[in-house]
């Protein structure tokens, strides 16, 4: 049996020298500017979907997004705490720089995306429960786990789990997934590749001294660029879909080819450009395409289309 | 610095607590709106 004098101290030493994780840490984890994107169109998604919701049910099932979304950037966090203490731009986060202990974010991250589903099928329907629950899993499992260290085509495949908010917002106003919210899931499936890959280009020796098998580290910055041009040529028809589906109206598509078009040039400057200055503008374009293109079908939906 | 980490707990223990009471009146107004639905 063991002394107790003698293990007391231990203990108390551990308690004591344990990282104190602030509030700050714990919305950290949650990855807030992933997840203010999520909540924007998993908005558009309950927005655009015909029928009706409660306004408090809808901003439970909004809340329900981001929290789920939350919790699989917690669980991502505790997963990828080994590389991203390789990289730049993740090692001062709160896992590898030693402010929270690594079963911490995995215990919250957990409750946070359980509790999110849970009280998803409580308050607004099952399907959406499920999507969200579906969509976590994905993010976790298929991309986190199984994908990013071992394919280039990572963010292609594993870009789903972050198309899916619009069609869980869609899901809690109608129980099922309409032709609308494939439309949306569409647009974010293919803009995520173009999207990721303008970061990676330039951020490619953090990904290889992380050993991220990133499109760049494998197939080298001109295959990448062609492959970005390519998707951005796809979104173009991909664009015009809810216009096709009758969840925007022609002005929307006039305003989604415009879009698109900038999108296309962006990607045709980073293309010709040898810096990593093109890739850098286009990052950032990318984020205000997916914005305006959203933000175009809300306001086209709530003018109660313009033509 | 024990001061700063007893800080820290307890600005942790408020955010939880304010996260609880939060959670409650949520349940409150969600079995509310459905049991009028």
């Known amino acids: 049996m063991s002394d107790l004098s003698e293990v007391r101290p231990a203990a108390a030493f551990r308690l004591a020298t344990a990282p104190v994780t602030g509030v700050a840490d714990y919305v950290e984890i949650l990855k807030p500017r992933v997840m203010s994107l999520v909540v924007f169109t998993g908005l558009v998604g309950l927005v655009l979907a015909p029928g009706h919701i409660h306004p408090l049910l809808g901003a439970v099932a909004v809340v329900c997004i981001a929290v789920g979304a939350g919790a699989a950037g917690a669980i991502n966090m505790w997963y990828d705490r080994d590389i991203d203490a390789m990289m730049r731009r993740t090692r001062g986060r709160p896992l590898p720089a030693g402010r929270m202990m690594p079963g911490e974010a995995l215990g919250f991250g957990v409750a946070l995306g359980v509790g999110a589903a849970l009280v998803m099928g409580i308050a607004v329907n099952l399907v959406a429960a499920e999507l969200l629950a579906l969509t976590i899993g994905f993010y976790v499992l298929v991309y986190t786990i199984w994908l990013k260290r071992r394919t280039p085509q990572n963010i292609v495949i594993g870009g789903a789990a972050g198309a899916f908010p619009p069609v869980i917002g869609w899901a809690a106003v109608t129980g099922d997934i309409g032709w609308g919210a494939i439309a949306l899931f569409a647009i974010i499936f293919f803009w995520t590749p173009p999207h990721f890959w303008a970061l990676s280009l330039y951020r490619t020796a953090d990904y290889a001294a992380a050993g991220v098998p990133m499109l760049p580290v494998v197939a080298g910055p001109a295959e990448t660029k062609r492959k970005m041009l390519l998707y951005t040529l796809v979104l173009w028809p991909v664009s015009l879909a809810p216009w096709l589906f009758g969840i925007g109206s022609l002005l929307y598509g006039v305003g989604a080819l415009l879009l698109s078009a900038s999108f296309t040039g962006s990607a045709i400057l980073v293309w010709r450009d040898t810096t990593d200055r093109s890739a850098r503008r286009m990052f950032a374009v990318s984020l205000l395409y997916l914005l305006l293109i959203f933000s175009l079908l809300l306001v086209d939906h709530t003018g109660g289309g313009w033509l | ?37």
């Open chain 2, 1 to 37: 610095m024990a001061l700063d980490r007893q800080k820290t707990i307890r600005t942790r223990n408020l955010a939880v607590a304010a996260m609880l009471v939060a959670l409650v009146a949520l349940f409150y107004a969600i079995t509310i709106v459905r049991m009028g639905g």
